[in-house]
């Protein structure tokens, strides 16, 4: 079974759905959370939110019982990414993010910084979702991105990480590269018509689940929603189905 949160019913689809706080004002992510109330348990908090509302904001949704995964895709000196990590843990988080673009020392300061913290996940960052083949081969990288998520896999895994982020379009292949326990975390889903922004590697949320996906990132569909908490719950039920 994936290694997430043993808090969670491993049977229920509100497990899998992570709703992303991609807000640049704290009321406004705080007015979605209260709307969510206790149908949504997980939160991601990303570098726009946290500059604007700062880490007491991250720990307050600890204090009301939510799990945060802690998006700061960490790619520095493998020192200060040790410490950016123990303050994650510190927070409570549950979930953070180190770019794999920063190779085996920095992978391995972050998986090293996270022991003093057991329910602390350190998490990959293979290939950014709103990057394609042309975007990678502009900065050197001349691999596909199908090929190139799979090599920072291969060395997030070597590095002790527990997991990757990708898109829906490479869950499988990760799966079968990782094994049945490590955790796989997808943005990029959308319901069935619904608009995937500006990402290029977009799936639905069953699709992700179906592949292997341990749990879903929901942006824009859900807190841009006119009724957030019902389409919240057309997450679920994509999910419920899958």
Avoid at 31 to 52: I, N, P, Q, S
Wanted: glycine share 10%.
């Amino acid at each position: 079974m994936d290694s997430l949160s043993p808090h969670l019913d491993p049977r229920s689809p509100r497990r899998r759905v992570i709703v992303a706080l991609d807000f640049d004002d704290r009321a406004a992510a705080e007015a979605l959370v209260a709307r969510l109330g206790d149908e949504c348990r997980c939160y991601k908090v990303g570098l726009e939110l946290l500059t604007v509302a700062g880490p007491e904001f991250v720990a307050g949704l600890v204090e009301r019982g939510k799990e945060v995964f802690l998006d700061l895709k960490l790619f520095e000196i493998p020192t200060s990414v040790a410490g950016a990590v123990r303050a994650a843990g510190a927070l409570g988080c549950t979930l953070v993010t180190v770019h794999g673009m920063g190779g085996t020392g920095i992978l391995s300061a972050a998986v090293e910084a996270a022991r003093e913290f057991p329910d602390l996940r350190v998490l990959a960052l293979t290939v950014v979702t709103s990057m394609t083949d042309a975007d990678l081969a502009e900065v050197g990288v001349t691999a596909p991105v199908a090929d190139q998520v799979l090599r920072l896999a291969g060395l997030a895994r070597h590095a002790g990480c527990h997991g990757v982020i990708a898109s829906p379009q490479e869950v499988a292949a990760l799966r079968a590269l990782l094994g049945p326990d490590a955790v796989i975390v997808t943005p990029g889903v959308a319901l069935p018509g619904g608009a995937t922004g500006e990402h290029a590697r977009p799936g639905t949320p069953r699709a992700a689940v179906a592949d292997g996906a341990s749990q879903v990132v929901v942006g824009r569909g859900v807190t841009r929603a006119a009724d957030p908490l019902a389409a919240f719950r057309l997450v679920l039920a994509n999910l419920a189905a899958a």
